[in-house]
Structures are given as structure tokens and as C-alpha cells.
């Protein structure tokens, strides 16, 4: 009688071990059924994902800045997009804020000079930037030829300076030396024909064969 009551009970020990563990297995399956999903999921999200992550956009560093930039043009030649594909004085001739700088170039007959030039940086003044200079005294610079020379070939910089590199001393077509100041998107000169320090209105404009950073004076030679 004892046996066959401790058999009885090992009988449904047994069972309820044997429904527990096929509840558990049939858990297990569930938990690696899912994960499993998941992953096949994941996989196949995953090249839309790669596809929207690459073309990296461009960094915002290698855009023209600056609220000057809105006076440019929005298309044609004498846009951004216009202007990278040909040199950089007819680049500036397509541009109406720099035409009074493109007659200052053609009186002093460095268009072929600019054009030709490999890899510099032309510090660029706009309309406003000669239109601070008296009347006369502008009349006076664009008649004499050397003098002409030597202001304009004082804003190049031989080398496209990125916005990384502007601030510093420069030597300048002219041999002399050119120092600019500030970080960012910010940039000063010193020196100017007016004494009134040159901002940088509009940077980081690309031609085919210079990096452009338009200012609002006009540079003085310190030679």
C-alpha cells in the first residue's frame, strides 16, 4: 500500500515536471521566435537606413557665409553655383557686387593675372567698399596704375584658405603682408584705405581658381 502511494506520487511529480518544462520550452521558442523577427526585422530596415545616411550631406563649413551672401545673385553666372566653374575674375565680372572691383581689375590690367592664377585666395571688396572712398580719391587710385596695382594685388593670397585657416598673417601678391583677424564666420582687417577696420559680409565663395571672401573696405598695402 505504501508502495504503491509513493509510486503514485512520483507518477505526478513526473507529469507536472514534464508539463513545466514543455510550458518553459514552448516559452523559450516564443522569446527566440521573436528575437529572431526582430533581427530579420532590423536587417531588413537596415539598407534603408545605410542608403539615407550615405551621401553625407555636406558640412555647413563648406557653404559662402555671411548676411552679405544675400545680395548675390540666387542664379545665373554670377551665382555661387555660376561662379565655380570659371576663374575668378570673369567669375567676379558675372557678379554684380563686385563690378566696381572688376573695373578697378580691367584699369589696372590684372584680369589675365587673376584668371591665370593657380590656387589663391582673393580678399574681395564690394560696391559699398569703394563707395566709402571720396569720389576723388577713388578717381585718383583707378588713374594711376601703379598704385592700382599695388592695392589690388595687396587682396590676393596666394593658397584657397579655408575659413579654418583665414585668420592669420599672409603674404600678398603685392609682397607684403596682409593679417586677418577672428574665428568662425566672423573676420576683420585692420588695415583699410579708410581706417575703418574690413569685415568679411560674405565668405567661402568658390571660383575655379580661387576661394573668394567678400569684405565691405577696401584693403590698404603696408608696402
Do not use: K
Not at 537596415?46 to 540666387?74: Q, T
Not at 593670397?157 to 598673417?169: N, Y
Amino acid at each position: 500500500m505504501t508502495n504503491t502511494l509513493t509510486r503514485g506520487i512520483l507518477l505526478a511529480s513526473a507529469s507536472t515536471l514534464a508539463v513545466t518544462l514543455t510550458a518553459c520550452g514552448s516559452s523559450d521558442s516564443g522569446s527566440t521566435d521573436s528575437s529572431a523577427s526582430d533581427s530579420s526585422s532590423s536587417a531588413a530596415e537596415s539598407p534603408d537606413a545605410m542608403e539615407s545616411s550615405s551621401p553625407m550631406a555636406e558640412p555647413a563649413g563648406d557653404e559662402p557665409f555671411g548676411a552679405g551672401c544675400a545680395e548675390v545673385p540666387a542664379d545665373g553666372e554670377g551665382s555661387f553655383t555660376g561662379m565655380t566653374d570659371d576663374p575668378v575674375a570673369t567669375a567676379a565680372s558675372n557678379n554684380p557686387v563686385l563690378s566696381t572691383l572688376v573695373q578697378a581689375v580691367t584699369a589696372a590690367n590684372l584680369v589675365d593675372t587673376l584668371n591665370s592664377a593657380q590656387d589663391v585666395t582673393v580678399i574681395a571688396p564690394a560696391n559699398p567698399a569703394f563707395e566709402a572712398l571720396p569720389a576723388d580719391q577713388l578717381q585718383a587710385v583707378l588713374a594711376d596704375n601703379a598704385q592700382l596695382t599695388a592695392i589690388l594685388t595687396h587682396h590676393v593670397i596666394q593658397g584657397r584658405l579655408t575659413p579654418e585657416e583665414l585668420a592669420g598673417t599672409h603674404t600678398t601678391l603685392n609682397g607684403d603682408e596682409v593679417t586677418i583677424e577672428g574665428s568662425g564666420e566672423a573676420f576683420t582687417v585692420a588695415q583699410t584705405v579708410t581706417g575703418t577696420p574690413a569685415s568679411v559680409i560674405c565668405g567661402n565663395v568658390q571660383t575655379a581658381n580661387a576661394t573668394v571672401y567678400i569684405v565691405d573696405q577696401v584693403l590698404a598695402p603696408t608696402a
